[in-house]
């Protein structure tokens, strides 16, 4: 009985979490906009504000492929590959073309996109692990690329001189704490697409396609094209954030910035953190991207711990750390709402005729 | 010609040892439908032990042989530690996938650490035991020819041990129906642990076998490797022995050849060019049987 009363209580407290933060979501996104934006004010050391801006980064990258693996139940192991894709693109179009950052951004995440649904395209015959393997066929096959064609990628050597964020005569750096208001914005606007695409028809056909294909399509959704679509956006912001990785490495990319390793690094923040939602994402790069810095007082142990850590995080908690299901009520969208409405009037009606 | 000739043979002994990384891989993947990402890491596990005990002055045989047995043990444990639970709480399979990474990750680290190998690259004894000999205008090297008969001899004690013995029945019972299995009366968690063991020694074998004709370890050589040797198991179509030997010699040919006609670069991502290419074209593999899913 006593068990059983704690859990309720547990429960009880998760429910209250969340119904606190639903209700003052309000002040408490006002509450994070002040705090966040004053970061780059309060005279943080260089290395704090890089590895802020990596956790952005990591986040942005994590709610890529959360869209993919935690939402429509694709594995990718390629996602570096997009990255590649988008950081070339955008470096290369602003050193040998001279195009804008913000233009050569948006380009790096659209090419992304279309090689996303390239790669989509396997997918209406491939499933489960034989897709895994395709997408990690495909990141190698971009590095390949990346070598290869030198006359255009400058191969090993990689792409140099790539100039920093410019907008209304001010340029973004490290140092002014640019880069850091730009991953802000940017991880802000991906993380609130995502949460509108969870809460979209779109989101719950992809949901619905993760829990069970054959079920999905026997409800009436078209399973190839929502899936192909979960591969462009997931690629899109792959791309962007690629796009943007290219400024902050000291004007500098090379084809072994974007290995297997990296893939397995955005997979690991998507499942530490928790599979499928939006606040896991964050914590899982925070966690990720502070882990070699706080425990770098055991040398090269800290990696062997980190493997102890992922497999014990496997053992104990699969579905990640703040990987919980959301215990508030569905909210139903208006028009659902509304219908229910209706009925209801028309039943008391009835009742009433009665 | 000769030239061509010489870069076959090369692919071809290179490919009998892919051959043997890929059953490792096609066995665990045809009980499990799990890719065993810690299995590049135990084929230079194996490397590295026959360098520790080579390094002890136990000689070249014993050294492999110990070397063995220790790879064998070390999957057959990260079987029980780590996976078995796994399997028991009926985890989803994501869960899985990632705790190979992670063993991955540990196996490789804890080679490079300082005290134990550290992370420089290391020389490894030759296994060109018998010098080289020409053949018309061929040069062989008598570590390509130990290469490819050791894979071979062993590629076919594992092809009897599968198809002939009892063991093998309840291995292929097992990959058909693990539940059917385990209602015949076979120990389906034993049967799992000795096919991971079965990978682990030929993952050291391999090991020692490429080594010993590089001449060179380190502790992410297994990582790329790895990779290459699973798309040859995918090549093949995954859970079937001469399969993953066709994928194999497929992935070491293309390689060669790719080396020595479009350059280097291309050298390492060939094996998962011709991957793309079959599994777009054959979803399965080579000689893939397809599977029926049943609603």
């Not at chain 1, 990319?253 to 923040?269: A, D, G, K, Q």
């Not at chain 2, 059917?180 to 050291?204: H, P, Q, W, Y």
Request: charged share 10%; net charge positive; aromatic share 12%.
């Amino acid at each position: 009985m006593d068990k059983v009363r704690e859990k309720i209580k547990t429960k009880g407290l998760l429910f209250n979490i969340e119904h606190f933060f639903d209700r003052y979501k309000v002040i408490i996104s006002v509450v994070f906009a002040v705090v966040a934006l004053s970061v780059p004010f309060i005279g943080l050391s260089r290395a704090t504000m890089r590895l802020l801006v990596m956790i952005g980064l990591y986040s942005m990258l994590g709610m890529g492929l959360n869209l993919l693996v935690g939402y429509t139940g694709q594995v990718s192991l390629g996602h570096a590959g997009f990255y590649a894709i988008g950081a070339y693109v955008c470096a290369l179009l602003q050193v040998d073309a001279g195009v804008n950052f913000w233009l050569a951004l948006l380009i790096g995440g659209i090419v992304s996109g279309f090689v996303g649904f390239l790669l989509g395209l396997p997918t209406l015959r491939l499933s489960g692990t034989y897709l895994s393997i395709v997408t990690l066929g495909f990141c190698e096959v971009v590095q390949m690329i990346l070598k290869q064609w030198e006359s255009v990628t400058y191969g090993n050597y990689g792409v140099r001189n790539i100039p920093k964020p410019e907008l209304f005569g001010f340029t973004f750096n490290q140092q002014n704490g640019g880069f850091y208001i730009i991953i802000l914005v940017l991880a802000v606007l991906t993380a609130l697409g995502c949460h509108f695409i969870k809460n979209s028809k779109t989101g719950r056909a992809f949901i619905a396609i993760k829990e069970d294909e054959l079920a999905a399509t026997m409800m009436g959704i078209k399973t190839s094209r929502y899936k192909i679509l979960a591969f462009v956006l997931s690629a899109f912001i792959t791309g962007i954030a690629g796009g943007f990785y290219s400024v902050i490495n000291n004007g500098y990319i090379e084809p072994t910035n974007f290995t297997f390793n990296i893939s397995i690094l955005i997979m690991s923040v998507v499942i530490v953190g928790g599979l499928g939602t939006i606040r896991g994402m964050v914590f899982g790069a925070t966690i990720l991207m502070l882990f070699p810095e706080v425990f770098r007082f055991l040398n090269e142990w800290r990696f062997v711990i980190y493997g102890v850590l992922l497999v014990l995080m496997m053992q104990f908690r699969p579905q990640g750390a703040l990987g919980w299901q959301s215990t508030l009520p569905y909210r139903l969208s208006k028009e659902t709402k509304k219908l229910l409405e209706k009925k209801k009037a028309a039943a008391e009606d009835a009742s009433r005729t009665k | 010609m000769h030239a061509l000739i010489g870069t076959l043979i090369n692919g071809i002994a290179l490919g009998m040892a892919y051959a043997l990384i890929a059953v490792g891989y096609s066995m665990v993947f045809g009980i499990l439908r799990l890719i065993n990402f810690a299995h590049g890491a135990m084929y230079a596990f194996g490397a590295y032990m026959v360098y520790f005990f080579v390094s002890l002055k136990l000689g070249l045989l014993p050294a492999i042989m110990l070397s063995i047995l220790m790879s064998g043990i070390l999957a057959l444990l990260i079987d029980k530690v780590a996976l078995e639970p796994l399997r028991k709480k009926k985890s989803i399979p994501i869960a899985t996938l990632i705790t190979t990474v992670g063993m991955s990750f540990i196996i490789q680290n804890f080679l490079s650490i300082e005290y134990i190998f550290t992370s420089e690259k290391k020389g490894f004894p030759s296994l060109n035991l018998f010098g080289s000999f020409t053949v018309g205008n061929v040069t062989i090297q008598s570590s390509q020819l130990i290469m490819f008969v050791v894979a071979l001899i062993l590629l076919a004690i594992l092809t009897l041990l599968v198809n002939k013995t009892k063991i093998g029945l309840a291995m292929r019972a097992t990959e058909q129906n693990v539940k059917a299995a385990n209602l015949m009366g076979i120990n389906v968690n034993f049967i799992i642990s000795f096919t991971f063991f079965l990978g682990g020694a030929t993952a050291a074998i391999a090991g020692a076998l490429i080594s010993g004709y590089y001449q060179v370890i380190s502790p992410t050589m297994g990582s790329l490797i790895g990779l290459k040797a699973f798309s040859a198991a995918v090549v093949g179509g995954i859970g079937i022995l001469y399969g993953s030997v066709v994928g194999g010699l497929v992935v070491g040919v293309a390689e060669c050849l790719a080396a020595q006609y479009l350059g280097s670069n291309v050298r390492d991502p060939m094996a998962f060019v011709i991957l793309i290419i079959i599994l777009i074209i054959k979803p399965t593999g080579l000689f893939g049987k397809k599977g029926i899913s049943k609603v």
